[in-house]
């Protein structure tokens, strides 16, 4: 069965520090989702894109995270400087054109020291 | 504002049991709901939907219910094994499915044997 692909699974950083996660989609999947979850709450959007195209980033805090799809495949989600307030699990997940329903990767925990 | 409420953080049924686990939701643009399953240190895992043209989608041991007029969906385990143990998600979108995803925080349901 296909999946979404995450790295790292785990990456501690110190405050202040650059950190960088990676996503490859399910292939043939033009949507992509970025999502942050913080422990006891539910995962929270930070950017979807439609192929290389950025649809929604209203709620990704531009001043210290960017996020590319640069050939409308893989995505790259960035942030820097790390706050201690980063600290969270970083969710992939994509979906197919005409469908409504999104699957997820197994994330990325981010831990900043 | 949450939009999407799961009241109850935490459900304990005994194996064999059926476990119902509640959700309401505030945006009456939503039109498409879904529930997942999330394991610790894991991502989602897609468990069922429904669109909200139907009352009632069913999958094997898991049935999901849809009450438009109260703005209130269910999830039914039956019968619940300890595998069930998880945090479950639910999830709405609006326009057929087509905007992304908004969680509520979870419920941790526990399964005992």
């Known amino acids: 069965e296909a999946e979404v692909a995450q790295s790292p699974r785990y990456k501690i950083t110190e405050k202040s520090q650059a950190v960088a996660f990676w996503c490859d989609p399910i292939?043939?999947?033009?949507?992509l989702y970025w999502y942050r979850q913080i422990l006891g709450q539910g995962p929270e959007l930070l950017v979807q894109f439609q192929d290389e195209s950025v649809v929604d980033d209203s709620q990704l805090p531009k001043d210290r995270f960017s996020a590319e799809r640069l050939k409308g495949v893989d995505s790259t989600l960035k942030i820097q400087p790390a706050e201690l307030g980063d600290s969270a699990m970083y969710l992939c997940a994509s979906g197919p054109d005409s469908g409504n329903t999104i699957y997820f990767g197994e994330g990325s925990w981010l831990t900043v020291v | 504002d949450q939009q999407v409420k799961q009241n109850s953080p935490s459900l304990s049924v005994q194996e064999g049991r059926i476990s119902i686990l509640n959700c309401d939701y505030t945006?009456?643009?939503?039109?498409?709901f879904l529930w997942y399953k999330k394991y610790p240190a894991e991502g989602p895992t897609f468990l069922i939907s429904?669109?909200?043209?139907?009352d009632k989608n069913e999958d094997g041991r898991f049935t999901v219910f849809l009450n438009k007029s109260a703005k209130h969906l269910s999830l039914h385990i039956v019968p619940s094994q300890p595998g069930d143990s998880a945090v479950y998600f639910c999830?709405?979108?609006?326009?057929?499915?087509?905007?992304?995803?908004?969680f509520g925080k979870g419920t941790r349901l526990s399964v005992i044997a």
């Open positions: 292939s043939g999947h033009a949507t």
């Open positions: 999830a709405a979108s609006a326009n057929s499915g087509n905007t992304p995803l908004v």
């Open positions: 945006n009456s643009m939503f039109d498409y």
């Open positions: 429904i669109s909200s043209i139907k």
